[in-house]
Every structure is written in structure tokens, then in C-alpha cells.
T-cell receptor, first 112, second 115 residues
Framework: GQQVMQIPQYQHVQEGEDFTTYCNSS?????IQWYKQRPGGHPVFLIQ?????EVKKQKRLTFQFGEAKKNSSLHITATQTTDVGTYFC????????????FGIGTKLQVIP | DAGVTQSPTHLIKTRGQQVTLRCSPK?????VSWYQQALGQGPQFIFQ???????QRGNFPDRFSGHQFPNYSSELNVNALLLGDSALYLC??????????????FGPGTRLTVL
């Protein structure tokens, strides 16, 4: 079945350093979504990428969708303690309505 | 504009018991999806309801069932609880648009502990 893999699983960075998490799918995705989950919280939608090679920015966050639409990345510039949490990518099942498969997530710790 | 609400927030049950979790979608949304999130894992899709019908289902046994009401709210029922059912159960609502994957808004979740 479809798999969505994320690396790394854990990342500790010093405040001010950059951070990148990568997402790879075993199948071509029609789109990819990114979510952030704070400790003890629930996933919060960040962004959806649809087009091949698409790049979107949200302040210090940069999201990329690969040309083959099988991988994606999230890059955070100059991390802050408010960036702490687990970042998930999620891709829809091909042919499915809104059924999505989540990656295992990358847990980000920012050391002040 | 109320977001997605879930009840209860926490629940403790024993093995073999049955549980019902409830979800009210965000105003204007008509689709509800349920997810199970075990500790340290990503959410796992259980099923999705649209127009009071189960539209998609993940790899979960028949012990997991659901319902959607005319007002779009939804229930998740789990029978014959196992220790492994302990998890955070998340409800996500969205608006069904033909041929697209719309943004999902997650509720705060129900933390289920099975003893």
C-alpha cells in the first residue's frame, strides 16, 4: 500500500539554526499537506502543495514539492522556541476522496 | 465561528468495554474523518463520513464503527476494547469538493486509555 516516509524522526537544533525535514512517498501524490502538532496538542494544518516543483513560503517556513510529486520538504530558517513540535507530511490515497496517509513525523526540539 | 469540537477530552475504560466518542465539525463543513494517533506515531486514518455514509475506510477492524448525523456531527464507536486501542482519537472536518483534497481541521482529540 501507499507509504509516506519522513526523515529525520528527531532533530535537536540550537535556537537560530536552520531545520529541514524531508518527506518521501512510495507513489506519486496529487498533493501533499504539512501539519504541525505541538506537544499535547492536535495537528494544525500549515499548507497544501499541489503543483510539481511548487515552492511556498510562510514567514520563516519554506515548503517544496518535488518535480516528480513524490517528495517534499519543509525548511525553517533561524528556528525559534515557538517552532517546537512535530511536523507531519500527509498525502492523499490515489483515487481516494480525502483519505490521507500521514508520515511518522519529525519531532523538532529547539535548544534556547 | 466554532472550530472542531470533540468530547470527552479524556476517557478511561477497561478491556472488553465499549466506547463512544463524539465530534462536531467546523461550521460549514460536511465531511468528518476519524484518526487514531498512538504515542509517537502519526495519525492513522480510521474512516470518513460524508452525507451520513462511510465513504472511505482505513485498515481497522469492524470493532471500529461510526455514524454521521444530519447535522454533520459524528460518533466513533469502538467495541470489545483492547489495550492496544489506547490512543489519541482525532476528528477532522472538511468540506467535500469534487476532485480535490480540502484542508482538514482537526479537533483537540479524545485521549482514550484502556486498562
Amino acid at each position: 500500500g501507499q507509504q509516506v516516509m519522513q526523515i529525520p524522526q528527531y532533530q535537536h537544533v540550537q535556537e537560530g539554526e536552520d531545520f529541514t525535514t524531508y518527506c518521501n512517498s512510495s507513489t506519486t501524490l496529487s498533493n501533499i499537506q504539512w501539519y504541525k502538532q505541538r506537544p499535547g496538542g492536535h495537528p494544525v494544518f500549515l499548507i497544501q502543495l499541489v503543483k510539481s516543483g511548487e515552492v511556498k513560503k510562510q514567514k520563516r517556513l519554506t515548503f517544496q514539492f518535488g518535480e516528480a510529486k513524490k517528495n517534499s520538504s519543509l525548511h525553517i530558517t533561524a528556528t525559534q522556541t515557538t517552532d517546537v513540535g512535530t511536523y507531519f507530511c500527509a498525502g492523499p490515497y490515489s483515487g481516494g476522496y480525502q483519505k490521507v496517509t500521514f508520515g511518522i513525523g519529525t519531532k523538532l526540539q529547539v535548544i534556547p | 465561528d466554532a472550530g472542531v469540537t470533540q468530547s470527552p477530552t479524556h476517557l478511561i475504560k477497561t478491556r472488553g468495554q465499549q466506547v463512544t466518542l463524539r465530534c462536531s465539525p467546523k461550521s460549514g463543513h460536511d465531511t468528518v474523518s476519524w484518526y487514531q494517533q498512538a504515542l509517537g506515531q502519526g495519525p492513522q486514518f480510521i474512516f470518513q463520513y460524508y452525507e451520513e455514509e462511510e465513504r472511505q475506510r482505513g485498515n481497522f477492524p469492524d470493532r471500529f464503527s461510526g455514524h454521521q448525523f444530519p447535522n454533520y456531527s459524528s460518533e466513533l464507536n469502538v467495541n470489545a476494547l483492547l489495550l492496544g486501542d489506547s490512543a489519541l482519537y482525532l476528528c477532522a472536518s472538511s468540506l467535500a469538493l469534487a476532485g480535490s483534497t480540502d484542508t482538514q481541521y482537526f479537533g483537540p482529540g479524545t485521549r482514550l486509555t484502556v486498562l
